[in-house]
């Protein structure tokens, strides 16, 4: 009876979980997609390239939508069973709500390890192309559209203006071209009445044929004689051809060794390797300041024999008095007239030189800084979201057993909230550790942290078949008042 009782429970949740885990992957894409959606469209790219980037981006995702998907099918399937009075039938012949949890509890420790896994394996890697990817899709320049009226800058150097072209695209009339390839504005401008264009044999370039125009070319003006001459050229032309690059409007690949480094695309072995090497840079650089400003500090006696009775007094206008004995003096005027501005000067660049080297030290301690915590992050987040996918089991299961709701409606709705309050707590916590107020681990735990009482709470509500906010005191802390009262 019990193996059956845990075949049936995985099997009904099963369906569900991977129903729903592909719904909100597939609101995830898209939600992506809107995001990025000006850096796509116009650029003349493949449905290969896209679908590769989409795939890759729905990996990486797969961790972000796992404790969704167990989270809505645990409510459907508990709720299901409630409405249709099958946990009453359980528990009516002496099996527990804990005991019919238990495929559910096997079954998410199963989903978190295998997120945990993608985490630190696959969705790195995963990241990597899809971010090398969405880095070149917003690097290409849109594809090349002539529109009439408007003037086209796609063209390095080159402005180009149509008055109107034909339905095929291949003729264009009342052309006007500036030439920026001098760098001097522009001096060389190019009219047409009309004009064909074709691409070359290898697609390489654009040639434009242009017909019955005039080309105007500014010179250099001449200062000889101390008079500026403005020469201008004049060329009509019945036919002129003009070839455009078309490479700079290709697809350029990054290499994937350029992200590589980034905390996202990092594994646990990977991740602690950079935090302890971040540490020892971190060491090396703070002893590479002592040996760089020791030189700078330099003690000499100002009177050998007296020594002991020299003391140094940093007086409130930050001069320095020397005082021997019971008398006050100012260094200065312990020092020759002849080398008194000499030695200020060496001490005011003496000040300088430390301040300078310290504070490129502080910033490059507060980068590094920086660095450490966004590694902690994502070493942190690989085990917190993990663990999310087993803890939204114990809200998610207890809630369908109290609301009595099962199919598509309740369960998604209290999903939706659920899990949007989840992904507020975590952006939350990740503010909060990389502005330094909390550490990395609670700063990732955090939602976890916050989501574990309602968890508890809700699991001891269907434990004693309460409701929702009903709490309901065990009966013997009333038999030992009744006996109190006797």
């Keep these: 009876m019990l193996n059956r009782l845990d075949a049936m429970m995985l099997r009904s949740i099963l369906a569900p979980f991977i129903a729903t885990f592909f719904v909100t992957l597939f609101a995830l894409i898209m939600q992506f997609l809107w995001t990025y959606i000006d850096d796509l469209l116009g650029k003349g790219l493949s449905a290969i390239y896209i679908v590769e980037m989409l795939f890759y981006m729905s990996i990486a995702l797969v961790v972000t939508a796992f404790p969704m998907a167990m989270l809505i099918a645990s409510i459907m399937v508990m709720g299901n069973m409630s409405e249709k009075y099958e946990l009453a039938a359980f528990k009516s012949s002496g099996i527990s709500l804990t005991r019919v949890m238990m495929p559910l509890m096997f079954f998410g420790i199963c989903v978190g390890i295998i997120s945990f896994i993608s985490a630190n394996y696959i969705i790195p890697v995963a990241n990597l192309k899809a971010k090398s990817r969405l880095f070149d899709i917003r690097k290409k320049k849109p594809a090349l559209s002539l529109a009439p009226g408007v003037f086209n800058n796609d063209f390095q150097n080159f402005a180009i203006r149509i008055g109107d072209k034909s339905d095929d695209d291949k003729e264009i009339y009342d052309v006007l071209i500036y030439d920026h390839t001098s760098r001097r504005g522009n001096d060389v401008q190019t009219l047409a009445e009309k004009g064909e264009m074709s691409m070359t044999n290898n697609d390489r370039f654009l040639k434009m044929t242009l017909f019955n125009g005039s080309q105007y070319r500014d010179m250099q003006p ?5 008079i500026n001459n403005y020469a201008h050229i004049r060329t009509n032309f019945g ?50 300041l002592a040996r760089n400003v020791m030189p700078y500090y330099s003690f000499r006696k100002v009177y050998p024999g007296k020594s002991s ?5 940093f007086t409130d206008d930050k001069s320095i008095q020397v005082k021997l004995g019971g008398d006050e003096r100012n260094i200065l005027d312990l020092m020759p007239s002849k080398g008194r501005l000499q030695t200020v000067q060496r001490a005011s660049t003496s000040v300088k030189n430390i301040k300078g080297y310290t504070r490129s030290a502080v910033r490059t301690a507060e980068q590094t800084n920086e660095l450490i915590v966004l590694h902690k992050v994502a070493y942190w987040k690989k085990f917190s979201q993990a663990f999310a996918c087993f803890l939204f089991l114990f809200i998610g299961a207890p809630l369908g057993a109290i609301i009595r709701k099962g199919g598509f409606g309740w369960p998604i709705l209290l999903g939706i909230v659920f899990f949007v309050s989840f992904i507020v707590m975590t952006i939350i916590g990740d ?54 009262a006797v």
């Excluded at 001449?222 to 101390?226: A, F, G, V």
């Excluded at 003009?242 to 590589?260: C, N, P, Q, V």
Aim: with cysteine.
């Design 239 to 288: 036919s002129m051809e003009k070839a455009f690059d078309l490479s700079e409007f290709e697809m350029e690949e990054t290499r994937e060794e350029a992200f590589e480094n980034n905390q996202n695309m990092l594994s646990l072995r990977q991740l602690t390797h950079a935090i302890d090497s971040m540490y020892l840079s971190k060491g090396k650089k703070g002893s590479r």
């Design 222 to 226: 001449s200062t000889r004689n101390k």
């Design 309 to 313: 009775d020299t003391i140094l007094v």
């Design 431 to 484: 503010k909060l550790a990389q502005a330094g107020t909390v550490s990395p681990f609670i700063g990732m735990w955090l939602p976890c942290f916050v989501f574990m009482p309602i968890g508890l709470y809700l699991t001891y509500q269907a434990l004693n078949d309460n409701r929702l906010f009903e709490i309901r005191l065990p009966s013997f802390i009333f038999k030992k008042s009744k006996t109190k």
